[in-house]
Nanobody, 126 residues
């Protein structure tokens, strides 16, 4: 098992940047596939970015070119650097993990992830 704790959320004006971090506890972090999801009230959890065990990233079309996902296996951290933020990026952001690999076509599907953090709120104002 792995425990996940997110940080770095906040309020920012459109066009600005934020960096989210997720700290994992537990052993063998490098064997876990990781991802960031976001959710707004009344909507399903949406995949934002994922990163495979070898560091290969995947991005939702809506954030491609603006967000960067990265992981540090030694420090057991997962980061999401969000640039050129838009009002529609507002939501609760969750860090998620799954032991083992995830097929590339399925990495933004919330149903494949077993472990979740408590979330951190991101609010983008116009």
């Amino acid at each position: 098992q792995v425990q996940l704790v997110e940080s770095g959320g906040g309020s920012v004006q459109a066009g600005g940047s934020l960096r989210l971090s997720c700290r994992a506890s537990g052993r063998t972090y490098n064997t876990w596939s990781m991802a960031w999801f976001r959710q707004t009230s009344g909507n399903e959890r949406e995949g934002v970015a994922a990163i495979a065990r070898d560091g290969t990233p995947s991005y939702a079309d809506s954030v491609q070119g603006r967000f960067i996902i990265s992981r540090d296996n030694a420090a057991k951290t997962l980061d999401l650097t969000m640039n050129t933020l838009r009002v529609e990026d507002t939501g609760m952001y969750y860090c998620a993990a799954r032991l083992g690999p995830v097929e590339s076509w399925n990495r933004l599907n919330p149903r494949v992830y077993m472990e979740w953090g408590q979330g951190t709120q991101v609010t983008v104002t116009s």
